[in-house]
């Protein structure tokens, strides 16, 4: 009797150590990384593509992930209160869409420093590549339209320039490659006025009303990005102007239909589609230590009235263009 005791608690013992064990595999496999994705504004139209991109891409391809999206309303302060929240709320992951690149460097700097991982995303911090990055090439981006804009604006050219925040890299870099690409090219050319709009479709569609009261004619809008211009290119419509020239950056589904209709000139597309892919995946391979550190770069192509059909259907495939 004591015998079939002992082996019926042998038996016991036994299968609670497999429990154990199963349980102990499970928890693993449960681990779900937290990903905090701060954007620098919700009410920038590629920030708000790109947001959107990276829900999906989250949604579609990593069932072991949460993001949390958190809306950087274009003030330093707001971001790098989210940053610092970020941390407190021990995420494991800050993903970062920077606004100002020297501003977010001592918050992002922090939140490394306290063991939270960081990777930028659609601009960079200045920061001597600390923090891995998925970026374009800002000053390639004006260039291709730059180099564009020097054959098609007319001798003389009378011309506006719409420029993204104070301190924002993609915006000081972009300018560097008109400069470069156009403006050192084409001497004749007359900066008739030059504003920061913040990116904004609003600002720039304000400015764009004042300069048509006091400039008259007006020969281009040369953007830092496709937002601005668009607000740019609603004052002119207003104002019965059809015949001038705009540049932007992006490749937004605003921006492809605009240069579909006639109406902006080009832009260079920087995908919020490849940028979420690369970051999202980026960040992933970071969290589950297959990667500790990378800068990866996306092409930046050109889209004028030849090929935009071919990013429009981009667009409508991805629910952006009905």
Not at 4 to 16: D, E, P, Q, T
Not at 28 to 41: D, G, L, S, T
Request: with cysteine.
């Amino acid at each position: 009797m004591m015998k079939k005791l002992i082996g019926v608690a042998l038996a016991f013992l036994v299968c609670c150590s497999f429990l154990t064990a199963a349980v102990g595999v499970a928890g693993a496999q449960e681990k779900v990384y937290r990903i905090a994705y701060i954007a620098r504004a919700q009410g920038d139209s590629f920030a708000a593509w790109l947001a959107n991109a990276i829900r999906d891409e989250v949604a579609r391809n990593y069932p072991d992930v949460r993001v949390d999206v958190f809306d950087g309303q274009s003030r330093n302060e707001v971001i790098t209160a989210h940053i610092e929240n970020a941390v407190v709320n021990r995420y494991d992951l800050i993903l970062l869409q920077p606004l100002d690149s020297e501003a977010q460097v001592a918050p992002a700097m922090a939140a490394m420093d306290a063991g939270v991982k960081v990777v930028t995303v659609n601009n960079r911090i200045n920061d001597n590549d600390r923090a891995p990055a998925v970026d374009a090439d800002p000053v390639e981006q004006a260039a291709r339209n730059a180099r564009l804009a020097r054959e098609q604006v007319p001798q003389n050219g009378r011309v506006v320039v719409l420029m993204g925040p104070a301190g924002n890299m993609h915006s000081d870099m972009r300018r560097v490659g008109w400069q470069k690409e156009f403006f050192d090219h084409r001497p004749d050319v007359v900066i008739l006025d030059e504003q920061i709009a913040n990116w904004n479709k609003d600002e720039a569609m304000r400015f764009m009303e004042d300069w048509i009261l006091t400039y008259g004619k007006i020969d281009a809008i040369i953007s830092m990005n496709d937002n601005m211009a668009a607000g740019a290119l609603e004052a002119t419509k207003a104002a019965g102007i059809s015949d001038i020239l705009a540049y932007g950056v992006d490749g937004t589904a605003e921006a492809c239909l605009l240069i579909r209709d006639g109406v902006m000139t080009s832009t260079t597309l920087q995908s919020a589609y490849e940028l979420a892919e690369k970051a999202v995946g980026l960040a992933y391979d970071i969290l589950t230590g297959k990667k500790e550190h990378e800068i990866i770069m996306v092409d930046c192509p050109l889209i004028t009235q030849e090929n935009v059909e071919e990013y429009i259907e981009v667009h409508r495939r991805a629910g952006n263009i009905q």
